[in-house]
């Protein structure tokens, strides 16, 4: 039908320029198991990221066979893929990915997230959940209904949840005994070069 709403993210690029830069979005997440990018770019990168991990839990020939395509670097990215990524991801049915939303890292203020794996090591709602854990115990409250939900839904299909949760726990809590509260100052990424006077 002529006319009709194309119902995905054009990213201001040709086809073949869009799909390159989502195939490298998605590489560098299987590499890195979190990457920083604008929000747009995260949501259209998420879906192939789901679409590759559902391959690598198939794993049949057909499946190696497309992962191989896609990958610029399938040479580094299979074996992980196939391996310990499969193994992770075997009984969760679905909802491998997250994208967390950040204020604008650049100064041309695009809405930036991270895209992220669930239940790996660089879960941010993981390591927040325990902040929170911990921020709670040395204050000697209960822990309410939110953050048990929160706790509830990161160690449903994570393997050594408890031990993890709670190593992590204490890794804050000392953390907090020290008088370390993490990062104050946010660097912002320069988007434009400094320009120099020509007189």
């Not at 054009?10 to 920083?36: G, Q």
């Not at 896609?70 to 391996?83: A, I, Q």
């Not at 075997?90 to 041309?108: H, Q, S």
């Not at 709602?125 to 204050?139: C, G, N, P």
């Amino acid at each position: 039908m002529a006319g009709g709403v194309i119902k995905y993210r054009h990213l201001s690029r040709s086809s073949a320029h869009r799909r390159a830069l989502l195939r490298n979005l998605v590489t560098s997440l299987i590499e890195h198991e979190s990457i920083s990018t604008t929000w747009h770019k995260a949501k259209e990168a998420q879906k192939l990221a789901e679409k590759m991990i559902t391959l690598g839990k198939k794993n049949t020939e057909a499946s190696r066979r497309a992962a191989n395509k896609f990958f610029f670097r399938p040479e580094e990215m299979l074996p992980k893929l196939f391996g310990p990524l499969r193994d992770r991801y075997l009984a969760r049915p679905g909802g491998y990915t997250r994208v967390l939303r950040l204020e604008p890292l650049k100064e041309d203020q695009a809405a930036s997230a991270i895209l992220e794996l669930v239940d790996g090591p660089k879960d941010m709602r993981f390591a927040l959940t325990a902040k929170t854990i911990a921020a709670v115990r040395s204050k000697g409250q209960q822990i309410n209904d939110m953050t048990a939900a929160n706790i509830a839904k990161v160690t449903r299909f994570r393997a050594r949840a408890d031990e993890e949760l709670e190593e992590m726990v204490g890794r804050f809590e000392k953390l907090a005994a020290e008088g370390d509260e993490g990062v104050t100052e946010v660097k912002k990424g320069r988007v434009y070069h400094e320009q120099t006077r020509s007189r």
